[in-house]
């Protein structure tokens, strides 16, 4: 189905507007695996792309914002920052790519490159929090995917009982 | 390789915080929270803009009403 068909096809949201939501069938475990893999490919797979690239840009900005305010060694330490790196971890590879980094920072530097208070706790909100807004964006892509497959099934439904329901056709003979 | 120094830089080397300056470090934040919120909530992709800032500035407002009601308590404490 091309791209001009497949728009046409879009489905109404839940106020009645139009939304670029697609009527054809999307996994909701799959939109929520892509959320987290990369911020906003959820919601890209699911055809809300400017939204996507909304969190995409946002959260990539935020969790390295974070790293370079502190560091890698000082950010993603799951030794001395405990739960965060919880957080942290729900920004998928970028989190993991950032703990690599600063488990090498510290094997060649060892604690040259600690940061120091405030900047060490503010790395640390800033990649946690980025880390649970990106939970946040994966629940909303899981929601998303349900009510586009709730919407399609119901229209399906609709279209059959309508077809069943239909009166006879009155004959023209007689 | 030509990026190594830079990345370097800025994801290895610490910045160096003090000050008044670090209260402004809650701005980005807000500003990131209020987005994504807003992002999620807003049906229209157009009403984000105006929604986040309004949603920013609330964040804002109240954590700043929050820190004088402290630092007033902590001052009547003390």
């Known amino acids: 189905m091309g791209r001009v068909a497949r728009r046409q096809s879009g489905t109404m949201a839940r106020d009645g507007s139009r939304s670029s939501v697609h009527r054809t069938r999307r996994s909701a475990p799959l939109a929520a695996l892509l959320a987290w893999v990369m911020p906003g490919l959820g ?3 699911l055809g809300e792309r ?5 969190f995409f840009v946002v959260t990539t900005v935020m969790f390295w914002g974070g790293v370079a305010i502190g560091g890698v060694r000082s950010t993603v330490t799951p030794r001395e920052n405990g739960p965060w790196i919880a957080a942290q971890l729900c ?3 970028q989190a993991a790519v950032a703990l690599v980094l600063s488990w090498q920072a510290r094997e060649t530097s060892g604690n040259q490159y600690k940061a120091p208070w405030p900047a060490s706790s503010i790395s640390v909100v800033y990649a946690g929090i980025t880390g649970l807004l990106n939970l946040l964006i994966i629940i909303d892509a899981l929601a998303r995917a349900d009510a586009t497959e709730s919407l399609r099934v119901a229209g ?3 279209h059959r009982s309508r077809v069943t329901r239909a009166p006879p056709r009155r004959s023209s003979i007689g | 390789m030509t990026f190594a120094p830079l990345l370097f830089a800025l994801f290895v080397q610490p910045m160096t915080i003090t000050g008044p300056g670090r209260l402004l470090m809650l701005l980005p934040l807000a500003a990131a929270v209020s987005v994504v919120y807003k992002t999620i909530h807003c049906e229209r992709v157009r009403d984000i803009p105006k929604a986040s800032l309004v949603f920013c500035l609330m964040i804002v407002a109240f954590m700043m009403s929050i820190g004088i009601v402290l630092l007033l308590l902590f001052r009547l404490m003390a």
Not at chain 1, 50 to 54: D, H, L
């Open chain 1, 156 to 158: 399906a439904t609709t």
């Open chain 1, 91 to 93: 920004m998928g590879p």
């Open chain 1, 50 to 54: 400017s939204r996507a690239v909304i």
């Open chain 1, 43 to 45: 919601h890209w797979y």
